[in-house]
Protein backbone atom coordinates (compact mmCIF):
# COMPACT_ATOMS: atom_id res chain seq x y z
CA UNK A 1 0.00 0.00 0.00
CA UNK A 2 1.00 3.80 -0.57
CA UNK A 3 1.05 4.50 2.74
CA UNK A 4 3.40 1.80 4.07
CA UNK A 5 6.24 3.31 1.33
CA UNK A 6 5.65 6.56 2.97
CA UNK A 7 6.29 5.70 6.56
CA UNK A 8 9.68 5.22 6.06
CA UNK A 9 10.19 8.98 4.88
CA UNK A 10 8.40 10.11 7.65
CA UNK A 11 9.59 8.26 10.62
CA UNK A 12 13.39 9.36 8.74
CA UNK A 13 12.27 13.09 8.43
CA UNK A 14 10.92 12.92 12.30
CA UNK A 15 14.65 11.56 13.13
CA UNK A 16 15.80 14.05 11.35
CA UNK A 17 13.94 16.68 12.98
CA UNK A 18 14.72 15.15 16.97
CA UNK A 19 18.48 15.08 15.63
CA UNK A 20 19.00 19.24 14.62
CA UNK A 21 16.62 19.73 18.09
CA UNK A 22 18.93 18.20 19.82
CA UNK A 23 21.66 19.83 18.34
CA UNK A 24 20.42 23.27 19.04
CA UNK A 25 19.45 22.62 22.50
CA UNK A 26 23.25 21.62 22.99
CA UNK A 27 24.65 24.89 21.33
CA UNK A 28 22.08 26.45 23.94
CA UNK A 29 22.90 24.75 26.71
CA UNK A 30 26.72 25.48 26.35
CA UNK A 31 26.15 29.25 26.05
CA UNK A 32 27.94 30.79 29.10
CA UNK A 33 25.87 33.68 30.14
CA UNK A 34 28.99 35.85 31.41
CA UNK A 35 29.68 35.95 27.66
CA UNK A 36 25.93 37.10 26.94
CA UNK A 37 26.58 41.19 25.82
CA UNK A 38 24.20 42.78 28.62
CA UNK A 39 22.37 46.14 27.79
CA UNK A 40 22.24 47.55 31.65
CA UNK A 41 24.67 47.21 34.54
CA UNK A 42 25.10 43.93 37.16
CA UNK A 43 25.14 44.47 40.71
CA UNK A 44 26.46 41.62 43.10
CA UNK A 45 23.52 40.98 45.36
CA UNK A 46 24.21 37.70 48.04
CA UNK A 47 26.76 36.28 46.08
CA UNK A 48 24.49 36.77 42.65
CA UNK A 49 24.97 39.02 39.25
CA UNK A 50 21.62 40.55 39.55
CA UNK A 51 21.25 42.32 35.79
CA UNK A 52 19.85 45.56 35.44
CA UNK A 53 18.52 49.05 34.18
CA UNK A 54 18.61 52.57 35.06
CA UNK A 55 16.92 55.76 33.98
CA UNK A 56 15.65 58.84 35.01
CA UNK A 57 15.74 61.02 38.62
CA UNK A 58 13.59 61.75 41.13
CA UNK A 59 11.71 59.16 43.74
CA UNK A 60 12.58 55.32 42.88
CA UNK A 61 10.23 53.37 41.03
CA UNK A 62 11.58 49.26 40.87
CA UNK A 63 10.09 47.33 38.20
CA UNK A 64 9.80 43.23 39.26
CA UNK A 65 9.06 41.09 35.85
CA UNK A 66 6.25 38.44 35.83
CA UNK A 67 7.38 34.37 35.47
CA UNK A 68 9.58 33.80 32.71
CA UNK A 69 9.98 37.35 31.94
CA UNK A 70 12.92 39.88 32.06
CA UNK A 71 13.67 43.49 32.30
CA UNK A 72 12.64 43.48 27.87
CA UNK A 73 9.03 43.25 29.72
CA UNK A 74 9.45 46.70 30.95
CA UNK A 75 11.07 48.30 27.64
CA UNK A 76 8.33 50.67 27.18
CA UNK A 77 7.39 51.35 30.50
CA UNK A 78 10.56 52.23 31.79
CA UNK A 79 11.59 55.12 29.17
CA UNK A 80 8.19 56.60 29.98
CA UNK A 81 8.45 56.68 34.00
CA UNK A 82 11.64 58.40 33.86
CA UNK A 83 10.50 61.32 32.65
CA UNK A 84 9.46 61.83 35.98
CA UNK A 85 11.46 58.90 38.56
CA UNK A 86 14.60 57.02 39.24
CA UNK A 87 13.17 54.04 37.77
CA UNK A 88 15.05 50.68 38.20
CA UNK A 89 14.40 47.31 36.40
CA UNK A 90 15.83 44.53 37.70
CA UNK A 91 15.90 40.72 36.49
CA UNK A 92 15.31 38.61 39.01
CA UNK A 93 17.85 35.63 39.65
CA UNK A 94 17.04 32.49 37.35
CA UNK A 95 15.76 35.34 34.95
CA UNK A 96 17.14 37.21 31.85
CA UNK A 97 20.70 38.28 31.91
CA UNK A 98 20.97 37.26 35.93
CA UNK A 99 22.90 34.71 37.04
CA UNK A 100 21.09 31.28 37.71
CA UNK A 101 22.53 29.54 41.09
CA UNK A 102 21.41 26.42 41.79
CA UNK A 103 22.27 26.56 45.41
CA UNK A 104 20.32 29.59 46.19
CA UNK A 105 16.09 29.64 46.93
CA UNK A 106 13.91 30.81 44.22
CA UNK A 107 10.78 31.20 46.64
CA UNK A 108 8.93 34.55 47.10
CA UNK A 109 10.37 35.07 50.33
CA UNK A 110 13.80 34.75 49.16
CA UNK A 111 13.41 36.87 46.38
CA UNK A 112 11.82 39.59 47.85
CA UNK A 113 14.87 39.81 50.69
CA UNK A 114 17.65 39.94 47.67
CA UNK A 115 15.42 42.79 46.32
CA UNK A 116 15.79 44.36 49.63
CA UNK A 117 19.57 43.87 49.59
CA UNK A 118 19.23 45.40 46.01
CA UNK A 119 17.54 48.37 47.12
CA UNK A 120 20.79 48.77 49.72
CA UNK A 121 23.35 48.32 47.07
CA UNK A 122 21.56 51.22 45.09
CA UNK A 123 21.47 52.99 48.01
CA UNK A 124 17.58 53.49 47.84
CA UNK A 125 15.70 53.16 51.64
CA UNK A 126 12.40 53.48 50.49
CA UNK A 127 10.96 53.25 46.96
CA UNK A 128 8.10 52.68 45.08
CA UNK A 129 7.70 48.72 44.25
CA UNK A 130 5.77 47.75 40.47
CA UNK A 131 5.06 44.19 40.26
CA UNK A 132 3.53 42.18 37.19
CA UNK A 133 2.35 38.45 38.00
CA UNK A 134 5.04 36.80 39.54
CA UNK A 135 7.02 40.17 39.94
CA UNK A 136 4.07 41.01 41.99
CA UNK A 137 4.10 38.36 44.83
CA UNK A 138 7.34 39.21 45.15
CA UNK A 139 6.54 42.73 45.40
CA UNK A 140 3.66 42.03 48.03
CA UNK A 141 5.78 39.89 50.32
CA UNK A 142 8.85 42.81 49.97
CA UNK A 143 5.94 45.28 51.30
CA UNK A 144 4.72 42.47 54.32
CA UNK A 145 8.47 41.43 55.36
CA UNK A 146 9.82 45.20 55.20
CA UNK A 147 7.28 47.67 54.74
CA UNK A 148 9.98 51.01 55.85
CA UNK A 149 11.25 50.25 52.47
CA UNK A 150 7.86 50.05 49.67
CA UNK A 151 6.18 53.82 49.25
CA UNK A 152 3.31 52.90 47.18
CA UNK A 153 2.72 49.03 45.83
CA UNK A 154 1.30 48.60 42.43
CA UNK A 155 0.16 45.06 41.08
CA UNK A 156 -0.42 44.06 37.68
CA UNK A 157 -2.18 41.02 36.25
CA UNK A 158 -2.77 40.27 32.63
CA UNK A 159 -4.94 38.38 30.66
CA UNK A 160 -7.02 37.15 33.24
CA UNK A 161 -10.28 35.30 32.99
CA UNK A 162 -13.34 37.93 32.68
CA UNK A 163 -16.92 36.58 32.30
CA UNK A 164 -18.22 39.91 30.24
CA UNK A 165 -14.89 40.47 28.21
CA UNK A 166 -13.49 36.67 27.97
CA UNK A 167 -9.90 38.78 29.52
CA UNK A 168 -8.98 41.62 31.34
CA UNK A 169 -5.60 43.55 33.05
CA UNK A 170 -5.80 44.41 36.97
CA UNK A 171 -3.92 47.01 37.66
CA UNK A 172 -3.64 47.37 41.87
CA UNK A 173 -2.41 50.83 43.33
CA UNK A 174 -2.12 50.62 47.84
CA UNK A 175 -2.35 53.47 49.42
CA UNK A 176 -3.77 56.00 46.90
CA UNK A 177 -6.54 58.41 46.06
CA UNK A 178 -6.80 59.08 42.18
CA UNK A 179 -7.37 62.54 41.28
CA UNK A 180 -9.84 63.37 38.48
CA UNK A 181 -7.23 64.26 36.25
CA UNK A 182 -5.50 60.87 36.63
CA UNK A 183 -8.79 59.34 35.93
CA UNK A 184 -8.94 60.93 32.62
CA UNK A 185 -5.62 59.80 31.61
CA UNK A 186 -6.62 56.47 32.63
CA UNK A 187 -9.77 57.07 30.16
CA UNK A 188 -7.74 58.41 27.35
CA UNK A 189 -5.88 55.09 27.46
CA UNK A 190 -8.18 52.48 28.59
CA UNK A 191 -11.80 53.67 27.86
CA UNK A 192 -13.44 50.86 28.79
CA UNK A 193 -11.41 50.58 32.48
CA UNK A 194 -13.40 50.16 35.82
CA UNK A 195 -12.25 51.59 38.78
CA UNK A 196 -12.64 49.87 42.26
CA UNK A 197 -12.26 51.65 45.14
CA UNK A 198 -11.39 48.97 48.39
CA UNK A 199 -10.87 50.05 51.47
CA UNK A 200 -10.71 47.77 54.81
CA UNK A 201 -10.39 44.46 52.73
CA UNK A 202 -13.63 45.72 50.93
CA UNK A 203 -15.13 47.20 47.50
CA UNK A 204 -16.85 50.11 48.59
CA UNK A 205 -17.00 51.86 44.97
CA UNK A 206 -17.05 50.38 41.14
CA UNK A 207 -17.66 52.47 38.67
CA UNK A 208 -16.20 52.98 34.83
CA UNK A 209 -14.61 55.72 33.79
CA UNK A 210 -15.70 57.97 31.11
CA UNK A 211 -13.77 60.75 29.13
CA UNK A 212 -15.37 64.76 30.17
CA UNK A 213 -16.52 66.87 27.31
CA UNK A 214 -13.10 68.68 27.92
CA UNK A 215 -9.67 68.03 29.37
CA UNK A 216 -7.69 70.71 31.25
CA UNK A 217 -3.87 70.02 32.05
CA UNK A 218 -3.82 66.78 30.49
CA UNK A 219 -2.61 66.28 26.90
CA UNK A 220 -0.29 68.14 25.33
CA UNK A 221 -1.17 70.21 22.01
CA UNK A 222 0.71 68.68 18.80
CA UNK A 223 1.04 71.98 17.33
CA UNK A 224 4.52 73.31 17.93
CA UNK A 225 3.26 76.95 17.27
CA UNK A 226 0.44 76.19 19.58
CA UNK A 227 0.11 79.26 22.24
CA UNK A 228 0.10 76.25 24.37
CA UNK A 229 3.46 74.76 24.12
CA UNK A 230 5.22 78.70 24.75
CA UNK A 231 2.95 80.29 27.53
CA UNK A 232 2.30 79.22 31.25
CA UNK A 233 -1.30 78.26 30.31
CA UNK A 234 -3.26 75.10 30.79
CA UNK A 235 -4.12 73.10 27.89
CA UNK A 236 -7.74 72.87 27.17
CA UNK A 237 -8.68 70.30 24.29
CA UNK A 238 -12.50 69.45 23.40
CA UNK A 239 -13.34 66.31 23.46
CA UNK A 240 -14.87 65.77 19.65
CA UNK A 241 -15.38 61.98 19.68
CA UNK A 242 -14.94 59.51 22.29
CA UNK A 243 -14.53 56.40 20.22
CA UNK A 244 -11.35 56.36 18.67
CA UNK A 245 -10.59 59.39 21.15
CA UNK A 246 -10.48 62.51 18.64
CA UNK A 247 -9.38 66.04 20.84
CA UNK A 248 -9.56 69.51 19.23
CA UNK A 249 -7.48 72.12 20.95
CA UNK A 250 -9.24 75.28 21.91
CA UNK A 251 -6.46 77.93 21.03
CA UNK A 252 -5.32 76.91 17.57
CA UNK A 253 -8.38 74.35 17.22
CA UNK A 254 -5.94 72.19 15.63
CA UNK A 255 -7.95 68.17 15.97
CA UNK A 256 -5.50 65.32 16.75
CA UNK A 257 -6.24 61.32 17.51
CA UNK A 258 -4.26 58.20 17.62
CA UNK A 259 0.07 59.14 18.17
CA UNK A 260 -0.88 62.65 17.98
CA UNK A 261 -2.40 62.29 21.42
CA UNK A 262 0.47 62.98 24.05
CA UNK A 263 -0.19 62.78 28.26
CA UNK A 264 1.26 65.77 29.69
Not at 39 to 61: F, M, N, S, T, W
Not at 132 to 142: E, F, N, P, T
Request: aromatic residues 6%.
Amino acid sequence: MSWRKGLPLSLLATAGLWAYVRWALGRLETLELSQVPRPGKVARVQGVDVHYLEEGRGVPVILLHGLGGSIYNFRSTLPALAQNFRVVALDLPGFGLSERPRDRGYCFSDLACLVRDFLDHMGIERAHVVGHSMGGMVAARLAARFPERVDKLVLVGMNLSSRRLGKKGIIKIEGKVLTQEEVNKIALIAPNATLNIIKDFEAVEKRPVSLPEELIGVVKCFNPNCISNHERIPTRLKVVKKTPVRLRCHYCERVMEGEDIELL
